[in-house]
Nanobody, 118 residues
């Protein structure tokens, strides 16, 4: 599986940004597609996930209401819409894929940097 994240950049607080993750290399069924982020000096944290087949979503409490995850089964992309960006959203954002019964995520993308200035 190959995952290519894109869409990061330098933005101002209050702006919106849409990250995209292009997936390839296998047929996805009920896999879970996730977004994570890692801020400087902090551990990587879960942001959001979506099931490939049903589109069931899950969000970290810290991003509920501002982040929206979606997927396009035809294009094989998973997007993360981030609204009302805050400086604390500054991080490298990673997309990942997990097999249905796996505890951990099995494949990871290279990450895209999001920097929010105040």
């Amino acid at each position: 599986v190959q995952l290519q994240a894109s869409g990061g950049g330098l933005v101002q607080a209050g702006d919106s940004l849409r990250l995209s993750c292009a997936a390839s290399g296998r047929t996805f069924t009920n896999h879970i597609m996730g977004w994570f982020r890692q801020a400087p000096g902090k551990e990587r944290e879960f942001v959001a996930s979506i099931t490939w087949n049903l589109g069931t979503t899950n969000y970290a409490d810290s991003v509920k209401g501002r982040f929206t995850i979606s997927r396009d089964n035809t294009k094989k992309t998973v997007d993360l819409q981030i609204d009302t960006l805050k400086p604390e959203d500054t991080a490298v954002y990673y997309c990942a894929v997990k097999r249905p019964m796996s505890r951990d995520y099995n494949w990871w993308g290279q990450g895209t940097q999001v920097t929010v200035s105040s």
